[in-house]
């Protein structure tokens, strides 16, 4: 792998490698606070391509003894999971005229971009399984759909019922499975039903103290997701106990940079394929290798939109 001083090198100098460590760590920090599985479920180190291991699914019971009985045994339920990482990648064509620029302020341009192009798709899969690489049924909505733990929005006390009625009934719906929802995710545009919202004594549900606040609603704190994340024709909100969502990351953004490839997942206005060279052009490759799975289908639930309950 190259080795470059980041504040002095140019792009074409450095074709391949890692992004430099002061923008690496930018863009993996802003990726795990974009993405809303990274930051709703529990966290598993990955050192190879796949991991197995265990969790506790029952815990020991105990026993009332009298004087000089013997202490019965008992043992906890330990169950075992895999996670596959699989590559998550995007390419980002752009004009000649950044080569004028450093790597630094190269990185610096393509923060937002690498941050939002891994998030969007990593949610996508995880929580609605679209285009999803991992393993069929693990995405939160389909655990969901499995498990039949949804209500139609407005249902949650019957017809006519609050939001606060909704989101007290998904909660339970969780509690029934004898598990305790920790966290709501939803989209922005969400947010407004949120605001408006009263609890039966007629105070605000929605909870922000001051906007760097997290914001809250009936105790939970609320990640709001991109909507380019989000399949609104499936859920309106989402509520879980997120330590049954895995995560892992094997593989930080590595990138490589190329002047003379054809991008045949880039077409111009004639719908024929960019080639960088001719276009005097270059394109930066970004990847990175992620995994996840969840552990329980009754683990998860969603207030789903009006007519979407049954699908």
Do not use: C
């Not at 080639?275 to 969603?302: I, Y």
């Amino acid at each position: 792998m190259p080795t470059f001083d980041p504040k002095t090198v140019l792009l074409q100098d450095a074709v391949n490698g890692k992004i430099p460590t002061e923008h690496a760590e930018i863009v993996m920090k802003e990726f795990m606070q974009t993405s809303a599985i990274s930051q709703l479920a529990k966290y598993e180190p990955m050192t190879k391509p796949e991991k197995t291991f265990t969790y506790l699914a029952e815990g020991p019971g105990a026993y009332w003894v009298g004087e000089g009985e013997r202490i019965e045994t008992s043992t906890a339920k330990w169950l075992t999971a895999k996670m596959t990482t699989k590559k998550l990648g995007v390419i980002i064509p752009v004009s000649k005229e950044f080569l004028r620029y450093t790597v630094s302020d190269f990185f610096t341009q393509m923060q937002d971009p690498i941050k939002a192009a891994f998030a969007i798709k990593f949610d996508q899969a995880a929580l609605f399984g679209k285009n999803s690489p991992f393993e069929t049924g693990v995405s939160i909505m389909e655990r969901i759909n499995k498990s039949g733990q949804k209500i139609e929005l407005g249902s949650g006390a019957g017809n006519g019922s609050s939001i606060y009625d909704d989101l007290a009934a998904v909660m339970a719906l969780i509690e029934d499975a004898d598990k305790d929802a920790d966290a709501f995710t939803t989209i922005r545009t969400f947010r407004q039903k949120l605001r408006s919202a009263k609890d039966n004594n007629g105070l605000p549900l929605f909870n922000q103290v001051t906007a760097d606040a997290v914001p809250q609603a009936l105790g939970l704190p609320i990640g709001f997701v991109n909507s380019e994340s989000w399949d609104k024709a499936k859920a309106e909100l989402i509520a879980g106990a997120w330590d049954y969502a895995r995560y892992g990351i094997l593989q930080d953004i590595e990138y490589t940079i190329s002047t003379d490839a054809t991008l045949t997942t880039a077409v111009d206005e004639n719908n024929v394929p960019i080639n960088l060279f001719e276009r005097d052009m270059f394109a930066l490759r970004a990847t990175m290798q992620v995994g996840f799975t969840t552990l329980a289908d009754d683990a998860f639930a969603a207030i789903t939109p009006k007519g979407a309950a049954g699908e």
